[in-house]
């Protein structure tokens, strides 16, 4: 069984987001990049899976979309245990630009499971992962808070309303993951960054692919109003507050 | 030309969530000068689909198919997209939860239709159609062009009011193909929560810190959330120790919520907390620390100890419950 995980290199999730003059994209000075970190639960539920061989897991392959600035996050990911990785070589223009680039590998390579994050922390697309699966003609699975593999079949549980849902799709299948999926993230010791050196880091050069949203600007949230302190002897006056000012309760 | 909207029930039921899609897409239909309609998968009886024309569903198209028992990502997508050809609409709208979450992007490339996802307002402009959504986790907000003819557009939940557009509406019952080899999900077992408010769903929510000091103070922040109909949330510290489920962790890795109403006991706020909190029209911060960030994005704040504030606030609400 191989798996492909889908990894996306965003900005560190504490990051002040500044944007560049007119707008139109982000102020990338001295922003710290980081794998997804979504992204970074699938890889380390992949590799927890790799891990038992009565999975029968070969390889787990990162595959990314990006630029070679990408390239640190990829070595990452190979430091924390992939096998190893493809980039394509594109600024990743939307989610169905992306979405079409990975499915396009896929179909080259034949992976059993595709795990991609639910969604990115910076477009919040919550799209690629539905996307690959409709471009390739295979089952998708949302919503998933763990996998695991029994009898050499994956057997997913998914989030519903209020509870959970243990389902069992074939392969070749995409599972989009969230919350639960792996505890913590694995991290790189120091023998996988002196091994992640040597990992294989295939390049390809992106399918002719049209994006098909564009952003045009960014905009700050709006402020919102100060805030109005209440005194911690008279708590209860919040509530009053909040019952006749906000008119929340 | 048509505006459709996917209307998801839960036991047969709709939720405001529904109600704010259809009078969302109501509001979409009047910029285009065309009409809404509303399609619903599953048993839904005549009575409950009537109420989505109080909101501007000009008519309603029920789908009740036993092989759409179960959420399968593909049978759904052929369902919808096969309606939305036949009623020729311009406009999808499904929601940004789980659902929407598993259908939008399937039927985007079905359709090659562009998707604005998470979508907080009506559309900005028609030509360009340009939207505006939700990026960075709440720090940014994006004027996103869709470029295709055909355009789809999944709503954040609770980001757009509910508007009594009553409606003559037509209920349609139709039959969609569906191909039983297509259906590749199985449901082995399925576990529910009874009886708790749900936190995507909750007006209210009350919610708990590590400035709650231990799992054992937290009878009071549940007996405060019970008096106000309010589901609880916690921080990810919180679930990290395991002093609550993994279930109520809030934030970016959690779920991300937008009540009307926040009550944060004894969190700091981190940046990787708001961004699953900020989308909510009041926060109450209470945090015995005057200059944690979680007072920033505020609207109400007390400096104190969450445990001796809660007693007072229980005392304040059962006064006004009388």
Not at chain 1, 51 to 59: R, T
Not at chain 2, 173 to 182: C, E, F
Not at chain 2, 249 to 258: D, F, V
Request: net charge neutral.
């Amino acid at each position: 069984m191989k798996i492909l995980v889908c990894i996306s290199n965003v900005p560190d999730t504490t990051t002040k987001i500044k944007f560049a003059e007119g707008n139109a994209s982000i102020d990338t000075a001295g922003i710290q990049w980081v794998i997804n970190p979504w992204d970074e639960l699938s890889l380390t539920r992949a590799l927890e899976l790799k891990d038992d061989a009565a999975n029968g897991v070969k390889s787990v392959t990162v595959v990314h979309v990006g630029p070679a600035s990408a390239e640190p996050t990829i070595r990452k990911a190979l430091a924390i245990g992939a096998d190893d990785a493809i980039r394509v070589n594109a600024e990743s223009s939307d989610s169905w630009f992306v979405a079409a680039q990975i499915a396009e590998v896929a179909k080259k390579e034949q992976f059993d499971i595709i795990m991609c994050g639910i969604e990115s922390s910076d477009y919040n697309g919550s799209l690629v992962g539905g996307m690959i699966s409709e471009f390739l003609g295979i089952p998708s699975v949302s919503a998933v808070s763990g996998i695991k593999i029994e009898n050499g079949q994956p057997v997913i549980t998914r989030e519903i309303d209020g509870g959970k849902e243990i389902v069992t799709v074939p392969m070749p299948l995409v599972v989009v993951v969230q919350k639960g999926i792996a505890k913590e993230p694995r991290i790189a010791a120091m023998r996988g960054i002196m091994m992640a050196r040597s990992k294989p880091v295939k390049l390809i050069e992106p399918a002719a692919v049209e994006a098909l949203t564009q952003i045009v600007v960014f905009e700050k949230p709006a402020p919102r109003a100060a805030c109005k302190y209440i005194d911690a002897e008279n708590a209860g006056q919040l509530i009053e507050l909040l019952q006749n000012e906000a008119k929340v309760i | 030309m048509s505006v459709l909207v996917y209307t998801e029930n839960w036991d047969g039921k709709f939720k405001k969530l529904s109600f704010e899609l259809v009078s969302y897409a109501a509001g979409v239909a009047k910029m285009l000068g065309t009409d809404v309609i509303a399609v619903s998968i599953g048993k839904v009886e005549d009575t409950e689909l009537k109420k989505l024309g109080n909101y501007g569903a000009k008519k309603i198209l029920s789908v009740d198919n036993d092989k759409l028992i179960t959420l399968d990502n593909q049978a759904y997508t052929s369902a919808i997209s096969e309606i939305a050809q036949t009623e020729n609409s311009r406009v999808i709208i499904i929601s940004n939860n789980n659902t929407g979450k598993s259908i939008a992007p399937r039927l985007s490339v079905r359709l090659k239709a562009g998707v604005g996802s998470g979508v907080s307002k009506l559309p900005l402009n028609l030509i360009p159609f340009t939207v505006y959504k939700r990026t960075y986790s709440g720090n940014a907000y994006a004027h996103v062009v869709i470029k295709t003819d055909v355009k789809i557009i999944t709503l954040a939940q609770n980001s757009f009011d509910v508007i009594d557009t009553p409606n003559n509406a037509v209920i349609e019952k139709v039959n969609v193909s569906v191909d039983g080899s297509l259906l590749k999900t199985f449901v082995k077992d399925v576990q529910k929560q009874t009886g708790k408010i749900l936190l995507t769903d909750a007006d209210i929510v009350v919610s708990g810190g590590r400035g709650m000091k231990s799992p054992d103070n937290w009878p009071a922040l549940v007996e405060l959330a019970s008096l106000l109909g309010a589901a609880t949330a916690c921080s990810r510290p919180v679930s990290d120790e395991g002093w609550r489920s993994h279930d109520e962790h809030t934030g970016q890795t959690g779920k991300i919520i937008a009540p009307n109403l926040y009550i944060a006991l004894g969190i700091s706020g981190a940046t990787q907390h708001l961004a699953g909190i900020s989308s909510s029209k009041y926060i109450v911060a209470i945090n015995t620390d005057k200059d944690a960030p979680i007072f920033e994005a505020a609207q109400y704040g007390i400096v104190g100890d969450a445990m001796k504030v809660l007693p007072k606030l229980v005392a304040a609400v059962k006064e006004i419950r009388k």
